[in-house]
């Protein structure tokens, strides 16, 4: 029994559904050479006007959002950099320290994560130097929600709107006792993907119509006013156009 780690690509439409774009082996590698042509495959198929990217501590991701898509914006998952960073601190200081770095990241305003962060890093600094200076390095990618509605920025500062899809692929992969074919795993991640994408179809995102009016503005001020209706803007119509766009690794259980 061993674990094949899973690179997952899903984005979110105009209007406000979810959709899982691909999906490739991490044997591929985690280098920008390697992100930017799953995203220059995803810009062929007919990604066109992303306005952000959400990202779990993929090495090369952000560098390869700015070569194919110089326009879009970068997350980097808020969430995922807590675990990383916990898993540096002694036991003792755990629960102490996760409660003052969530209360960072639910911070709904740039001043007041500056606030927090200023609080956060006088308290933990002498005793943690290498945890709050690797948050100081990545502060600007993992600030770039606030830029957007406060209703969806919940939603975008982490990737974890995948792990529902990343339960059921393991769910599935348990309950195989062998995978007598090397294309076993692909076939359930492909049964997955259907499933998941025909229930995302049906459910909105959360004030998704209160956020859109925002939205629409910010695509506006990055790709200028939208083509006439009714013109074939996208080359292929593979997608509708997803606005976010978050990718994050799962661990499907293969023999």
């Known amino acids: 029994m061993g674990e094949e780690v899973v690179y997952l690509v899903l984005g979110i439409s105009e209007e406000g559904t979810k959709e899982v774009l691909t999906f490739f082996p991490a044997s591929s ?9 799953v995203l ?34 970068f997350q980097s998952c808020l969430l995922h950099k807590m675990r990383q960073s916990l898993a540096k601190v002694r036991k003792r200081d755990r629960e102490v320290k996760a409660s003052d770095m969530r209360r960072v990241a639910h911070q709904r305003e740039r001043e007041g994560f500056q606030s927090s962060f200023k609080e956060f890093k006088e308290t933990w600094e002498r005793i943690y130097p290498e945890v709050v200076s690797s948050w100081e390095r990545d502060l600007f990618y993992l600030t770039t929600y606030l830029s957007y509605p406060r ?105």
């Open 29 to 37: 590698g985690e280098s920008a050479e390697v992100w930017k042509e």
């Open 40 to 73: 220059a495959d995803l810009e062929e198929r007919g990604l066109k006007e992303p306005l952000l990217f959400i990202g779990d501590g993929l090495t090369g991701l952000p560098h390869a959002v700015k070569e194919i898509y110089p326009k879009a914006d």
């Open 151 to 255: 209703e969806l920025q919940p939603f975008i500062y982490t990737t974890n709107a995948l792990e529902r899809f990343a339960k059921e692929v393991k769910r599935r992969a348990k309950v195989i006792e062998s995978f007598s074919h090397p294309k076993t795993e692909e076939k359930i991640l492909l049964m997955v993907t259907e499933q998941m994408n025909s229930s995302y179809r049906k459910r909105t995102l959360q004030n998704w119509h209160l956020s859109k009016p925002a939205l629409e503005k910010i695509r506006n001020e990055k790709y200028g006013q939208r083509f006439p209706q009714g013109r074939q803007w996208l080359r292929h119509r593979r997608f509708d156009t997803k606005l976010f766009t978050l990718l994050t690794k799962i661990v499907a259980i293969v023999h």
